[in-house]
């Protein structure tokens, strides 16, 4: 396994810092895109200095386990995607484990057993505030390792529960304190490390009954009670109205001028649940003829439509929550925020999904199709706002710095506790012409190789692993993880022992007990990959034997 890494600027520079201060704690905020996985692991394996100590990667979602597995393998780290918190331990050819915040809450008492000593990687910490046992959990499971490294797509605060391991502005409360932050301003005026976004907002005139039954009716400029704005942007989003599916035309117009230059270049819309999100790939079939696909929560192969979709040149993938924040499809262009959730965080994060660059392509603006919300007018004004400071501050090759001032508009509404009387009448688009964000032909970010320049960096190698198991993978072809590479083994060794049972007419126990006896293998699914070869060298020699 190579010990040089190539890291970006930031990356270089925050591993640097890292090194010095040696910290128990290292709390870094990147923007969505900006490369965080790439400089955890490189952490990871800097501090290691090729020591085995057990590593956890704490992740919100099952999707990103594999993710983070993946890049991992990269690294010549493997981690264990799959472990289920049964008391189970480290295999002994992982290096380590990527668990859920709900598993590192239900399995504490495990954790801090397997990880006393070691280093812990929480990515996007902030959800460790989304359930108060959640954050339990992650104080007890990790109180006793070596190193925490602290990871978050973007600023966040506590006015309630102090996230663990977090440093506030004021003591348990307040602004989160990064010890390394790089901001979307900073990554656009960098150039080949984030799109610049554009927000194309629609405003309409809906028609609802609010919860106490009465008609009301508003556009997005007009002035209403707060408890109102809630329904207002609820109807607008309403597949029986006419709003949501006129600003679907729009965004399926610019994914299709982009894909003429992108060829493969995706879109992504945001519902506000599983029946919206349903509703809306019906829409983009009868206006389009696009079959997009769809991730939901609730179904077990979500993850498996996520990757078909990333691998593939599908148009459009439709999702609840499943791609908010985290998960890497770098050819997502177009965006459409369909959905109720208005937090500043979660729009940061839902803007990062189309915000991520792609090697090898000069021009790559992005687009975020938007209701006219006053609360998602405002986040879409910050982040625009750094984006045409950075883009002329790049012009000029001069440093900009701006931090964008956010009102009373950031604070959420509790607009869904009294919905059981609402109903959308009706809704439509004022206008065919979306605002343009100020679009200027002129102002965009164009990639060469200048700007994807890296550093390169040595690391210590890879931990060792178990007696005779290889650091990196022994398959062909393109890098799998360990999980894969034993899926594949044991699949393999499945179709000899079909083979063996046919040929000699013995059971299928008496067959696998022969061959684990061989092998060494107590139970198939602990097995090492070379455990895992042994078993399938004995097979084949029985095979030819027979």
């Known amino acids: ?286 206006r389009h003829g696009v079959a997009a696909r769809v991730a939901l929560s609730d179904d077990p192969k979500a993850s498996q439509v996520i990757d078909r979709f990333a691998d593939g040149d599908d148009p459009w993938i439709v999702a609840v929550r499943m791609i908010s924040e985290g998960v890497d499809i770098p050819r997502l262009r177009v965006g459409v925020f369909a959905t109720t959730t208005t937090t500043p965080m979660f729009f940061r994060q839902a803007v990062g999904r189309i915000a991520r660059w792609t090697a090898g392509m000069r021009s790559q603006r992005a687009y975020m199709y938007l209701p006219d919300d006053p609360r998602l007018r405002v986040h879409a004004a910050g982040i625009a706002t750094q984006r045409r400071h950075s883009i002329e501050a790049r012009r000029r090759r001069e440093e900009a710095g701006f931090s964008a001032v956010l009102d009373d508009l950031n604070r959420p509404i509790r607009d869904e506790e009294q919905m059981s009387l609402f109903t959308a009448l009706s809704s439509t688009v004022l206008t065919q012409a979306p605002p343009t964000d100020g679009l200027d032909p002129h102002e965009d970010v164009l990639g060469d190789a200048a700007d994807l320049e890296g550093f390169a960096v040595d690391l210590p190698p890879p931990p060792p692993l178990a007696a005779g198991d290889p650091a990196t993978p022994s398959g062909l072809g393109r890098l799998r993880t360990r999980k894969q590479e034993k899926e594949s083994l044991r699949a393999r060794n499945a179709d000899r022992v079909r083979a063996l049972v046919n040929l000699t007419g013995q059971p299928h126990a008496a067959i696998n007990g022969e061959l684990n006896r061989l092998a060494g293998i107590t139970r198939i699914t602990d097995a090492t990959v070379p455990q895992l070869e042994k078993r399938l060298t004995k097979a084949d020699s029985w095979l030819d034997r027979l």
């Not at 003591?171 to 990064?178: N, Q, R």
């Not at 992504?268 to 019906?282: F, K, M, N, S």
């Open 1 to 286: 396994m190579s010990r040089s890494v190539t890291l970006r600027p930031w990356q270089r520079e925050a591993l640097d810092r890292f090194a010095t201060t040696r910290p128990t704690n290292f709390m870094t905020v990147a923007c969505p895109g900006a490369g965080k996985t790439t400089f955890a692991l490189a952490a990871v394996r800097q501090r290691l200095m090729g020591e085995r100590l057990p590593i956890v990667v704490v992740v919100p979602t099952q999707h990103l386990k594999k993710q983070w597995a993946t890049a991992a393998l990269s690294f010549g780290l493997h981690l264990d995607p799959s472990w289920e918190g049964t008391g189970a331990g480290i295999p002994a050819d992982m290096h380590g484990l990527v668990v859920t915040y709900s598993q590192a809450a239900s399995s504490a008492d495990t954790l801090r057993r397997l990880t006393a000593g070691g280093i812990v990687v929480l990515d996007e910490v902030h959800h460790a505030a989304n359930d108060r046992t959640w954050g339990e959990g992650v104080r007890g499971a990790f109180a006793d390792v070596w190193c925490r490294l602290l990871l978050s797509g973007t600023p966040f605060r506590t006015d309630d529960n102090p996230i663990p391991f977090v440093d506030y502005s004021f003591g348990d409360h307040g602004d989160a304190l990064a010890d390394y932050e790089y901001g979307y301003g900073e990554a656009l005026g960098e150039g080949g490390v984030v799109r610049p976004v554009f927000f194309p907002r629609f405003d309409g005139h809906m028609e609802w009954l609010n919860s106490d039954g009465d008609e009301v009716s508003g556009t997005f400029d007009d002035e209403l009670v707060k408890n109102e704005w809630g329904a207002r942007l609820r109807t607008a989003l309403s597949i029986e109205g006419q709003w949501l599916p006129t600003v679907i035309d729009h965004a399926q117009e610019r994914l299709s001028e982009i894909r003429a230059t992108h060829p493969g270049a995706g879109g992504l819309v945001i519902a506000t649940d599983q029946e919206h999100a349903r509703g809306i790939a019906r829409l983009l079939e009868t």
